[in-house]
């Protein structure tokens, strides 16, 4: 029955219908392993009881009023991320591409308050932010690009973790107001910069009164062992976006920023008829509570670490692994060959699991994976690489 449906995916041959923590089944009964968490959303796991009651309770209280009216529940998520992030404001919307729009409105508005007439914003190659016109204009992949130009104005690119170039962008022009960066790339190959790269970043951007702008869609909320991956680097960003893991599956966007950023929209400038409904911040606020009381962000940075190193001793001199990175609970494993069909043959092995930038196996599981879990998922892409490397390397040329 996809007829019915615009073939924006590929869809993999199964129907999910029911979860319980890491683990879901499909319409046959048959039960997979989550390596993916639906790409870093479902951080509590599947069906969490908690999340559940507070969406059942809210459901049949208040689902919905619009931003014309204060709404608590916001309010009270907004204090919450403020204090968790060490940024000052927040703007509620449904996902990360919009939490991005803001702040690249954030950083033009921000501009033009300082005189600048046609602001840029600096993106890096190989990064992700969203499908928009002017967010896949500020991705740095072609393939996303290709059919609709015109692309937006206004951006300028430069290699990602690569300082030089950002220097001489910021000799050679005067209307760079902000750059927006992940602190580790996901949907680019979970690419994770030096560690000199961010703190230079915050150093580079203040002396030249930019925006720092960080895209925490898929490395915040816990997933990189700190609440917010910007967190390792010990520096905080002018414009934080969140979204994914936020409402744990229920549709939650956030754009955070502190000092000018933050006051640069104002009643007009922007807005939103779903973001911050009374619904969607009560799953938000229910997320934190429990990822707070079960030490899920000590844990994520912990089990990742230990994933990580049981990957590079199994993998580690394999022949046709490239490189095994990540951080916490963000893990990629970059082979020599193209390998999207591991995703298929990964459910066949009962494995949630994906592949991005064509050559990296990424995982991304739910932060209550257990130890057991932990191991299992280690085992099992390990056991369906080195059998698919082993074909590729005995494949002729
Ligand atoms: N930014 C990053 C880093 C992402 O990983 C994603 C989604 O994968 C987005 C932005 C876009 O988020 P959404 O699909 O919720 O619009």
């Known amino acids: 029955m996809t007829e019915a449906l615009m073939s924006t995916y590929n869809r993999l041959p199964v129907s999910l219908v029911r979860g319980d923590g890491a683990r879901v089944w499909d319409a046959d009964g048959r039960e997979y392993l989550d390596a993916l968490a639906g790409i870093a959303v479902c951080g509590l796991g599947h069906a969490h009881p908690e999340v ?11 689902v919905h009023c619009s931003n014309n009216y204060r709404i608590p529940a916001q309010e009270r998520l907004g204090a919450r991320l403020a204090a968790l992030s060490g940024h000052e404001r927040v703007f509620f919307c449904n996902s990360g591409g919009e939490a ?39 991705s740095g992949n072609r393939r996303i690009q290709a059919g609709f130009e015109p692309l937006v104005q206004g951006f300028v690119r430069v290699p990602y973790g690569d300082l030089r170039t950002l220097e001489r962008v910021a000799a ?66 002018d414009v934080t976006t969140v979204a994914k893991a936020l409402g744990n599956g229920v549709p939650i966007g956030a754009c955070l920023a502190r000092g000018d950023a933050a006051e640069a929209l104002v009643p007009g400038s922007h807005g939103t008829t779903f973001g911050g ?11 934190l509570d429990v990822i707070e009381r079960e030490g899920l962000v000590a844990r994520a940075g912990a089990l990742g670490g230990w994933m990580l190193d049981a990957f590079r001793q199994r993998l580690g001199e394999v022949t046709g692994v490239r490189a095994i990175r990540g951080r916490g609970l963000m893990i990629g494993i970059e082979l020599e060959h193209d390998c999207g069909e591991l995703m298929r043959r990964a459910l066949d092995a009962g494995l949630l699991i994906n592949v991005t930038a064509g050559k990296v196996v990424r995982l991304l599981p739910p932060l209550v994976i257990d ?27």
């Not at 991005?100 to 602001?119: F, Q, V």
């Not at 130890?371 to 040329?397: H, K, M, T």
Request: aromatic share 4%; charged share 20%.
């Open 52 to 62: 559940a009651a507070t969406v059942a309770e809210q459901a049949a209280t208040l």
């Open 100 to 138: 991005n729009e803001t702040a690249l409105k954030i950083a033009r508005r921000h501009g033009h308050d300082r005189g600048i007439d046609e602001p840029n914003i600096v993106v890096c190659e190989g990064a992700f932010h969203g499908r928009s016109l002017a967010l896949l204009t500020a």
């Open 172 to 237: 050679n022009r005067s209307n760079v107001v902000a750059v927006l960066v992940e602190p580790i790339q996901g949907e680019g190959g979970i690419r994770v910069p030096g560690d000199a790269y961010l703190p230079a970043l915050r150093e580079l951007c203040d002396r030249h009164r930019w925006l720092l702008m960080l895209d925490e869609i898929q490395t915040g909320i816990g997933r990189t062992g700190a609440w917010f991956a910007q967190q390792h680097a010990g520096i905080t960003a």
């Open 277 to 287: 409904n009374p619904l969607a911040c009560r799953a938000g606020l229910t997320v």
């Open 371 to 397: 130890d057991q879990q932990a191991a299992a998922i280690v085992d099992g892409v390990s056991s369906l690489v080195e059998a698919f490397l082993r074909e590729r390397e005995a494949a002729p040329a």
